[in-house]
Every structure is written in structure tokens, then in C-alpha cells.
């Protein structure tokens, strides 16, 4: 059974830095594509950025230059780091797994993690 359990959301002054981390455990890893996606208030859930088994990447254009996905498959974890933050950017975000060697335009997200709360805040 795949489980991913996501850290490090948090309040964090505009401008500011967060790093998330997403933990992977029930699947081989090295297998996956992983990608974080964010929901807001009253808003759709929209896919943040994608990293494929082999590290190709790709963001959402209201977060590219400011974002950035990457994977340890020693930690079986996911990272987001989220710079020069925006209020706008403020959601749940969630962590999710994909399909075995789906390519990052092919992605589909079907495990999905619990979420953590980033507040971007003055």
C-alpha cells in the first residue's frame, strides 16, 4: 500500500522560503513519478510541479524561476523548495505518485499524501 506522508508547510512572510518534503514508503521508488499538486480556498486543486523516475521536470508557469522539484531515492523522499513566495501561492499542498515510468505530460496522480498548509502572510 503506497503512503506518502508530506512535512514542512508552514507561515511563511511573503517573499520568504519553504521547503516541503514528501516520504514515499510501499513503492519502489526509484519507479515513480512524483508530483506536488496545491488546492486554496474555493479553488481547484492544480498541479504545482512533476518529477519523473528519471528526474525530468515540469512546472506550472505561475511557479517556474520560483520552485523547484527534486528527489533522494536514498530517502525515498520528494522535495519542493519554494522561493521568493507569493500570497497567491497559499493552499494545502499535497504530495502524489503517479504511474510506473509515466512520463511528466502523461502524468496522472493516483496516491495522494495527506497535505500540509503553506500561509504566505505579512
Given at each position: 500500500?503506497?503512503?506518502?506522508v508530506?512535512?514542512?508547510?508552514?507561515?511563511?512572510q511573503p517573499g520568504g522560503?519553504?521547503?516541503l518534503s514528501?516520504?514515499?514508503s510501499?513503492?519502489?521508488?526509484g519507479q515513480?513519478?512524483?508530483?506536488?499538486h496545491?488546492q486554496?480556498p474555493?479553488?481547484e486543486?492544480?498541479?504545482?510541479?512533476?518529477?519523473?523516475?528519471?528526474?525530468?521536470t515540469?512546472?506550472a508557469?505561475s511557479?517556474?524561476?520560483r520552485f523547484?522539484?527534486?528527489?533522494?531515492?536514498?530517502?525515498?523522499?520528494v522535495y519542493?523548495?519554494?522561493?521568493s513566495l507569493k500570497p497567491?501561492?497559499?493552499?494545502?499542498?499535497?504530495?502524489?505518485?503517479?504511474?510506473?515510468?509515466?512520463?511528466?505530460g502523461g502524468?496522472?496522480?493516483?496516491s495522494w499524501?495527506?497535505?500540509?498548509q503553506?500561509t504566505?502572510?505579512?
Open positions: 500500500q503506497v503512503r506518502l508530506e512535512s514542512g508547510g508552514g507561515l511563511v522560503s519553504l521547503r514528501c516520504t514515499a510501499g513503492i519502489s521508488f515513480y513519478p512524483l508530483a506536488w496545491r486554496a474555493g479553488e486543486r492544480e498541479l504545482v510541479a512533476v518529477i519523473t523516475h528519471d528526474s525530468y515540469l512546472y508557469d511557479v517556474k524561476g523547484s522539484i527534486s528527489r533522494d531515492g536514498a530517502k525515498n523522499t519542493l523548495q519554494m522561493n497567491e501561492d497559499a493552499a494545502v499542498y499535497y504530495c502524489n505518485a503517479g504511474m510506473p515510468f509515466a512520463s511528466a502524468y496522472v496522480p493516483y499524501g495527506q497535505g500540509t503553506v504566505v502572510s505579512s
